[in-house]
């Protein structure tokens, strides 16, 4: 299990944008870097889904909704994975979740609230 701790959640207006960052205060380097990062997110009365991914070679995975707003990155030497979301919506409001997954273990992060409105 991996400790994932997640910041930068709050209120933006629609077209605004905002960076949610997780990191990993507990792991070494080299488990970080050989663990898939993703954000996942959970909007009230749906079911959890995966937003984006990235791979410790930096492989990354899309939701088609979010594909071309959202930019997942990761730097392996500050253990930490980032989530740019530009253009919000409001569908996009929900509590997003940090998830660290190596051969089939899933570690979670606390979740932080992304809220679009105006």
């Known amino acids: 299990q991996v400790l994932l701790v997640e910041s930068g959640g709050g209120l933006v207006q629609p077209g605004g944008s905002l960076r949610l960052t997780c990191r990993a205060p507990?792991?070494?380097?080299?488990?970080?870097?050989?663990?898939?990062m993703g954000w996942y997110r959970q909007a009230a009365g749906k079911q959890r889904e995966l937003v984006a991914s990235?791979?410790?070679?930096?492989?990354?995975k899309y939701a088609d909704s979010v594909s071309g707003r959202f930019t997942i990155t990761r730097d392996n030497s500050q253990k930490k994975v980032y989530l740019q979301m530009n253009s919000l919506r409001p569908g996009d409001t929900a509590i997003y979740y940090c998830?660290?997954?190596?051969?089939?273990?899933?570690?979670w992060g606390q979740g932080t609230q992304v809220t679009v409105s105006s």
């Open positions: 507990r792991t070494i380097t080299s488990v970080f870097n050989g663990h898939t």
């Open positions: 998830n660290a997954s190596q051969n089939g273990v899933d570690s």
């Open positions: 990235i791979t410790g070679g930096r492989i990354k």
